[in-house]
């Protein structure tokens, strides 16, 4: 081997290798194999773990919000990360909760709206019990 470095923006590593026999140089990328990701949703189906349905979810929440595209991001990211901890498979309950506990300390509206479809409120009396349930959770003990 001549030389290694990273590449891709660490996400490769780029190798110059010399053949010793010939002399001749090349290059190679070695790339990490990312684990594929499945959610097994409560009909039982399996789809391939979609990270701009996340995105997609909590943009719709946020809409209105002081919420950037740049946290939006983070926060898919975040509960990608969490997601792959559990293994190849996850449900879809797992994600939605994931999600929910992100967006609890980023933006309680946007929290709201987002557990309100999530959890299918059908009553106004599903927010009273979730806001209060959440302010339970952030107010500081004493």
Do not use: W
Request: contains cysteine; proline residues 2%.
């Amino acid at each position: 081997m001549v030389d290694s470095r990273l590449a891709a923006e660490g996400s490769a590593i780029r190798r110059r290798r010399e053949c010793l026999a010939c002399k001749y140089r090349f290059t190679t990328y070695e790339r990490v194999e990312e684990q594929r990701l499945v959610v097994v949703k409560s009909t039982g189906e399996h789809e391939p773990f979609d990270r701009a349905k996340i995105v997609s979810g909590v943009e719709a929440a946020c809409k209105g919000r002081a919420v950037s595209a740049e946290q939006i991001d983070a926060l898919a990211s975040a509960v990608d990360d969490e997601m792959r901890l559990f293994g190849p498979e996850v449900t879809s309950s797992q994600v939605g909760l994931a999600v929910l506990e992100q967006l609890r300390s980023l933006d309680e509206v946007a929290y709201l709206r987002f557990a309100s479809v999530y959890k299918n409120f059908d009553a106004a009396s599903d927010f009273q019990s979730e806001l209060d349930s959440l302010s339970k959770l952030t107010q500081p003990t004493t």
